[in-house]
């Protein structure tokens, strides 16, 4: 996923109201730019550190910038527009990066299912061998310690419990049901779930895979040119 146009470099200063962030412009201006990440961030707000942020080129737009990169206290690239991730898995089933999800002939998004009114992020069929019906679950993961170890969520999550659940109702109704962690962390090298942030999800998570949901996690390749998925890495549970 090439950055088009190329991502602008700037310098984070706070973050703020959940939505905003505040950085300093290579010329010295201070703006207001758009923060796409509901999650506490924990460990990749820097104060003063380089970031890189995208810009519509839209005046009229009221932040016409968006905080695309942050760089973390270990020095490493995260990628903390979590709504990249959902793009960047798809991307990589279709380029057939993802071996474990290869074989299918169409991939729809956003469609409706389960029993709490959810939205899978990528529903596949028509494999060539597999007639089940594949839901795919997509988590970005950007929260990282020093041990290069990845971790979800960031902060308590009953949006991520409630599709644990519904993956679990999926396999028992015969079909595929996959969690996919996209790590947009260079300093990432597994993932795990938080259990001291949401012991609640961690619980889910195992039972999930009792039940016959599958795990996997990819790690991504990130310059301020572009972003992809190029790596698969192992979840620890």
Known sequence: MKYLPILQPATFLRRYKRFLTDVRLPDGK??????????????????????????????????????ELATT???????????????????????????????????????KYGEQNSRI???LNNHLKDKRTCFVEVKSVTLAESSRQGFFPDAVSTRGQKHLQELIHVVESGNRGVLFFCA?????????????????????????VSAGVEVIAYKACITEQEIYLAKKIPVLL
């Open 30 to 67: 201070e703006v207001t730019v758009h923060c796409p990440n509901t999650g506490s961030m924990k460990n990749c707000l820097v104060e003063n550190s380089p970031c890189w942020v995208s810009d519509s080129q839209n005046d009229k737009r009221k932040y016409r910038y968006t905080w």
């Open 73 to 111: 206290p270990c020095g490493s690239l995260a990628s903390v527009n979590t709504g990249r991730a959902n793009k960047l898995v798809q991307e990589a089933i279709k380029n057939g990066v993802v071996p474990e999800l290869s074989g299918y002939q169409t991939l729809e998004t956003e469609k």
């Open 184 to 208: 947009q962390h260079t300093g990432i090298d597994s993932v795990s779930p938080a259990d001291e942030i949401d012991p609640k999800y961690g619980d889910l998570l195992r039972q999930a």
């Open 121 to 123: 992020d990528v529903l």
